[in-house]
T-cell receptor, first 115, second 111 residues
C-alpha cells in the first residue's frame, strides 16, 4: 500500500519555540494532505486541509497563524507549530489522499511535548 | 450532537468469540464510510471501507444502514492480535475532504 512518512516521530521542546513537522508521500503524489491532532483518549480531529500550491483550509477553531502549513510539492507538506505552549502537546498525524480520492493513508504521527 | 458516535468500551472478549460494534453518524449527506484500526500510540490504519451492500474481508464484515445512519463491524473468530481501538470514520462529501473520526471502540481479546 501507499506509504506516508512523518518526521520527526517525537519532539520535546521548551515553551515558546517553534516546531516543524514534515509529512511525505513516498511512493505516490498527493495533491491533498490533511493534518490531524489527537489528544489522549480523544478522537482524531481534523486541523486543516493542505492543497499543493495553494493556501491551506483550516477547521473552525484552529488558528492559522499558530499552525502554519506549507504544501510546496506533491510529496511534501509541513506543519509548523509556532510559539508552542504546553497545551499544544499532542499527537499530530498527517495523511495523504490517493489520486482517486478514495481513501487517506496516514503517517506514523509525531508526538509533541511542550514543557 | 457528536458527528460520529461509538461506544468506547472496552469490550473484553475471549479469543475465538464473535464480537460486533456499531457507530452512528449525524450527517445524512455523508458519502463514504470506513473502519480504521488504531493500536496504542500508533497512527490509524484502514481496516476496510463500508459499502451500502455490506462487505466482507476475511473474518471482518461491515454493514451500512443509510436510513438509520448506522454502521457496524463484525469480527468472527477473534484473535489476540485483534486487540486494538476500532475507529468509525465518515467522509461527509465527495472530493478532498477530511475524515470525521469517532472516538473509537476499545477491544481487548483475552486468551
Amino acid at each position: 500500500g501507499a506509504v506516508v512518512s512523518q518526521h520527526p516521530s517525537w519532539v520535546i521542546c521548551k515553551s515558546g519555540t517553534s516546531v516543524k513537522i514534515e509529512c511525505r508521500s513516498l511512493d505516490f503524489q498527493a495533491t491533498t494532505m490533511f493534518w490531524y491532532r489527537q489528544f489522549p483518549k480523544q478522537s482524531l480531529m481534523l486541523m486543516a486541509t493542505s492543497n499543493e500550491g495553494s493556501k491551506a483550509t483550516y477547521e473552525q477553531g484552529v488558528e492559522k497563524d499558530k499552525f502554519l502549513i506549507n504544501h510546496a510539492s506533491l510529496t511534501l507538506s509541513t506543519l509548523t507549530v509556532t510559539s508552542a505552549h504546553p497545551e499544544d502537546s499532542s499527537f499530530y498525524i498527517c495523511s495523504a489522499e490517493d489520486r482517486l480520492g478514495r481513501t487517506q493513508y496516514f503517517g506514523p504521527g509525531t508526538r509533541l511535548l511542550v514543557l | 450532537r457528536k458527528e460520529v458516535e461509538q461506544d468506547p468500551g472496552p469490550f473484553n472478549v475471549p479469543e475465538g468469540a464473535t464480537v460486533a460494534f456499531n457507530c452512528t453518524y449525524s450527517n445524512s449527506a455523508s458519502q463514504s464510510f470506513f473502519w480504521y484500526r488504531q493500536d496504542c500510540r500508533k497512527e490509524p490504519k484502514l481496516l476496510m471501507s463500508v459499502y451500502s451492500s455490506g462487505n466482507e474481508d476475511g473474518r471482518f464484515t461491515a454493514q451500512l444502514n443509510r436510513a438509520s445512519q448506522y454502521i457496524s463491524l463484525l469480527i468472527r473468530d477473534s484473535k489476540l492480535s485483534d486487540s486494538a481501538t476500532y475507529l468509525c470514520v465518515v467522509n461527509a462529501g465527495g472530493g478532498a475532504d477530511g475524515l470525521t473520526f469517532g472516538k473509537g471502540t476499545h477491544l481487548i481479546i483475552q486468551p
